[in-house]
Every structure is written in structure tokens, then in C-alpha cells.
């Protein structure tokens, strides 16, 4: 019996993670975060401090712009990606907390829903514009599932 229940929490998380990498690829897919190639090269190093012997005031501020452009891209690219992903972790959460009725992938979509939502605010925590917003309205939105979902079960 104990194996079992180690069994399907072990499923449940597995299942959690791929949804998870499932929507990584495919976000990253569809809309691609800056490749760093594009941005630097041997005429424009990533970093350039006045030790190195090719160094020069003029290098040095095209590398800075350089580095700006490149983070400016990758905030840009982050807050597609927590626009994507706060809603497919709520819309997970919900599927797994009132559609689902197989106890397993129930639990599973719960966590999925939970981890894209916790990875969108986390990693996109500089860029996302509205990150304490929806860093609120997440927690609200899961406090109001959990709440229903122990109501309903014990009715």
C-alpha cells in the first residue's frame, strides 16, 4: 500500500515537471529568447575591462551598448514568457483542481499549474512589469481553489 502512494506521488511530480519543460520548449519554440551570438562577437567581447591589451574607450562604450541591447532583449523575451505562463499554470491549476477526477493527474496538473506559475514570477521577477501584481493574484487565485475544493469535499 505505502508503495503505491510513493508510486503515484512520483508519477504526480514527473508528470508536474513535464508539463513544465513541455511549455519551457514550446514558449522558447515559438518565440525564441535573444541569441547572445547575435549581440556579441571577437570585434565586440561581452566583457571588456581595461586589462585586456585590445582595449579601447570606444570599445568599451560599444560593448556596454552592446550589453544594454542584450538585456533590454532578454527582459523584453522574459515578459512574454510570464504573459504565457501565468495563465497556462492558472489554467492548469483549474483543470486540475474541477475537471480532472483521476486522483493522480489531478494532483499533477495541481502541481504543474503551481510550478509554472511560481517559475513565471521567480525568473521573470526583474522584468515582468507587473510581477507583484500578479504575484498577488496568483496566491489569491490558489487560496480561492484550495478554499472551494475543501468545501466541496466536504459537503
Not at 489569491?140 to 466536504?154: D, E, M, S, Y
Request: proline share 5%; hydrophobic share 50%.
Amino acid at each position: 500500500m505505502q508503495v503505491v502512494i510513493v508510486k503515484e506521488h512520483f508519477f504526480s511530480i514527473g508528470i508536474a515537471v513535464l508539463l513544465l519543460m513541455t511549455l519551457y520548449y514550446g514558449v522558447n519554440a515559438v518565440v525564441p529568447p535573444p541569441n547572445e551570438k547575435a549581440f556579441f562577437s571577437d570585434e565586440i567581447p561581452r566583457y571588456v575591462s581595461k586589462a585586456d591589451p585590445e582595449y579601447t574607450p570606444e570599445l568599451k562604450k560599444r560593448a556596454d551598448e552592446t550589453s544594454k541591447n542584450y538585456m533590454e532583449a532578454r527582459k523584453q523575451h522574459q515578459s512574454i514568457v510570464c504573459s504565457i505562463y501565468i495563465p497556462a499554470g492558472l489554467l492548469a491549476l483549474l483543470i486540475g483542481s474541477f475537471w480532472l477526477k483521476l486522483e493522480l493527474l489531478s494532483t499533477a496538473f495541481i502541481f504543474g499549474g503551481l510550478f509554472m506559475m511560481i517559475t513565471a514570477i521567480a525568473s521573470g521577477w526583474d522584468s515582468y512589469p507587473l510581477r507583484f501584481i500578479a504575484s498577488v493574484l496568483t496566491l489569491l487565485a490558489v487560496i480561492w481553489i484550495v478554499k472551494r475544493q475543501f468545501q466541496i469535499r466536504r459537503a
